[in-house]
């Protein structure tokens, strides 16, 4: 299984907005890619508009398929609106 945490820092003021956008548009789409385990949200509660996205596929050809799929590709314009940058960490699940 491969996890991955994407940290966002969401422009000031559209919190609400990314949120909805997670819940409303991001999650359903990613939960109809082959292999998808599993998406949360958290917000950083110092930094309250960083954001993580912590998301698990069965394995890395499933993450990589959700990555380069037609659904993802035409969400990024409007997730990339919504944040000023992005940093993925990769991880094999262990246990």
């Not at 890619?33 to 394995?59: C, I, K, N, W």
């Not at 314009?77 to 944040?83: D, K």
Request: net charge negative; glycine share 8%; aromatic share 10%.
């Amino acid at each position: 299984m491969i996890e991955r945490h994407i940290t966002f820092n969401v422009h000031e003021g559209r919190g609400a907005e990314f949120e909805r956008f997670f819940t409303d548009v991001y999650r359903p789409a990613m939960a109809q890619s082959t292999g998808f385990v599993s998406v949360g949200l958290l917000r950083e509660m110092d930094h309250p508009s960083r954001y993580q996205m912590v998301l698990r596929f069965a394995d890395l050809e499933a993450a990589t398929g959700w990555r380069t799929s037609q659904a993802h590709q035409a969400l990024q314009p409007q997730l990339g609106a919504l944040h000023s940058g992005m940093e993925i960490v990769a991880y094999d699940v262990l246990a």
